[in-house]
C-alpha cells in the first residue's frame, strides 16, 4: 500500500557526510522505491545547494528545506540561558517561521508523521497537538545519557551546567515520547532503555548498509594499512583518533613499524597533520565514495570510547569485507562477536595486539572480513530495515483502524 508520509529533519540528508545523514537518505529512498509518497522537511544550518538538490528530488514528491538561525545567534543563547529546555532542544527549536510552514502542512492528510531526533521536536508540538495529529518519533540515541559524547570538552567548571542539562533532557525525553505514537530505537539496547520512558515496546529499526555498492569491494589484506573514517564535528569521533594518535598507534609501531594509517571524513580538524606529522598517515577530507579507500586497506580500526546506537562506518566497512578492530562501543547494538566478525578490546594495548594480530596475518584478516560481511548481508542491508519502519508504520494504521472501530 502507497502511504503519503511527511517527514521532518534537522539536517539536510545529503551529502551523507554523518551516519544519521545516511540512514536517512537511504531509508527516504528505499521507501520511495517501494512506492511511497514522502514530502521531506528540513530545517538546515547549511543552505540547499543543486547537489543536494539533485539527489534528494527525483525521489521525494516535495523537498522543503528551511534555514535553521545561526548558532551564536542572540535567539539561541537566549534559549540556551533562559529556556527549560535542554540545550539541543533549544538550539533547534524556537523557529516560527518553522512552525507555521508544519501547521500548513498538517492541513493536508497524512498517513504517517515521521520525527527524527527528540531534540527537534519543540517547533512541532504545538501543531501536532492542535491538529490531533498522531505522529511516530525516531530516536538515535538516548540522548539524556549521551553526556559523555556531548559535553566531555566542556570545561569542568561547567560540569554543574551539564548536570543541569543533562536533567533537562530526560525530562523532554519523558515529555515528547510519551505524546508519540510510536517511538522508534535503532538498536535492541536502546530500545530497552527508550522503553523505559515511554512505558511500553519501542519497536527497533536497524541501521543499514547498501550492500551491492559494497559488495565487489576487495580488501588488500596485506597492505599494512589501516582505515578510520568520521565525522569529526561529532566529539566521539575526534576522541577516537586523538586516543589512537597518542596511545594506540604508537604501541603498533613499536613492533610493526610498516603499518600505515588513513584517517579521512568531514570537518577533519586542520591542526591534525601538523600535531602528528607522521609520514605513515594519510590525511583525507570527506570522501563521497569510500570504495577506493577501502580496496587499498587491510583494517578498519575504529577505536571508539564514546557514543551511542549502532555505528554505520562500522557497518560499512563490515560490508566492504575490512577486517575490523574496534572497541566495545564499536559494536555496540551489532549481534556480533570478537574473534569472528570482528577483534578488538578496550584498552590501548588490547587494541594495538589486535591489529598486530591482523596485519600479520593476511589470511586471517580476510576470514575476518569474510565473517563481517556476511553478518552484514544477512541483517543490515538497507532494504530490511525499510522493511522494519514499514512495519511499524501497519501497526500504527492498524491500531488507528481498531480504536475507530471501537468508538463506531
Not at 521532518?8 to 540528508?13: G, K
Request: hydrophobic fraction near 45%.
Amino acid at each position: 500500500m502507497s502511504l503519503k508520509i511527511l517527514w521532518v529533519l534537522p539536517y539536510l540528508p545529503w551529502p551523507t557526510s554523518s551516519g544519521g545523514k545516511t540512514r536517512q537518505y537511504h531509508l527516504l529512498r528505499t521507501l520511495a522505491a517501494a512506492g511511497h509518497r514522502i514530502t521531506l522537511l528540513v530545517q538546515s544550518k547549511t543552505p540547499m545547494d543543486e547537489d543536494s538538490r539533485q539527489a534528494l528530488e527525483p525521489f521525494l514528491e516535495r523537498l522543503i528545506v528551511l534555514p535553521r538561525r545561526p548558532l551564536r545567534s542572540l535567539k539561541t543563547l537566549i534559549a540556551l540561558v533562559a529556556s527549560p529546555l535542554p540545550m539541543l532542544a533549544s538550539i533547534n527549536g524556537f523557529a516560527p517561521a518553522l512552525t507555521r510552514r508544519f501547521a500548513d502542512l498538517l492541513e493536508e492528510p497524512w498517513d504517517i508523521v515521521q520525527i527524527e531526533h527528540s531534540y527537534s521536536f519543540q517547533p512541532f508540538e504545538k501543531p501536532l497537538r492542535q491538529a490531533g495529529q498522531p505522529f511516530i518519533l525516531t530516536e538515535h540515541n538516548v540522548e539524556s545519557a549521551l553526556g559523555g559524547a556531548t559535553y566531555d570538552r566542556f570545561p569542568t567548571w561547567m560540569k554543574p551546567l551539564i548536570l543541569l542539562d543533562q536533567w533537562r533532557y530526560r525530562r523532554w525525553e519523558k515529555r515528547v515520547m510519551r505524546q508519540a505514537e510510536r517511538v522508534v530505537a535503532v538498536t535492541a539496547a536502546d530500545a530497552v532503555t527508550l522503553g523505559r520512558i515511554t512505558a511500553g515496546p519501542v519497536p527497533v529499526v536497524v541501521n543499514g548498509v547498501d550492500c551491492a555498492r559494497y559488495s565487489a569491494v576487495a580488501p588488500t589484506y596485506d597492505s599494512d594499512r589501516l582505515l578510520f573514517i568520521g565525522n569529526y564535528e561529532y566529539p566521539p569521533n575526534i576522541d577516537a583518533v586523538e586516543w589512537a594518535m597518542n596511545d594506540v598507534m604508537p604501541r603498533v609501531w613499536k613492533e610493526y613499524p610498516a603499518a600505515r594509517i588513513t584517517i579521512a571524513g568531514h570537518a577533519l580538524p586542520q591542526d591534525w597533520p601538523l600535531r602528528w606529522p607522521d609520514h605513515r598517515i594519510e590525511w583525507h577530507g570527506f570522501v563521497p565514495d569510500l570504495t577506493a579507500l577501502q580496496s587499498r586497506s587491510a583494517l578498519f580500526f575504529a577505536p571508539l570510547r564514546q557514543g551511542g546506537g549502532s555505528k554505520l562506518k562500522v557497518l560499512e566497512a563490515m560490508a566492504a569485507g575490512l577486517a575490523v578492530v574496534t572497541t566495545s562501543q564499536g559494536v555496540s547494538g551489532l549481534a556480533v562477536s570478537p574473534g569472528l566478525e570482528y577483534d578488538g578490546g578496550d584498552d590501548a594495548d588490547a587494541l594495538a595486539r589486535a591489529v598486530l594480530r591482523q596485519l600479520a596475518n593476511p589470511a586471517g584478516a580476510a576470514v575476518v572480513g569474510a565473517a563481517g560481511r556476511a553478518y552484514v548481508q544477512q541483517t543490515h542491508d538497507w532494504a530490511s530495515a525499510a522493511g522494519q519502519l514499514e512495519a511499524v508504520y501497519d501497526d500504527c494504521l492498524t491500531t488507528r483502524a481498531k480504536e475507530t472501530h471501537a468508538c463506531v
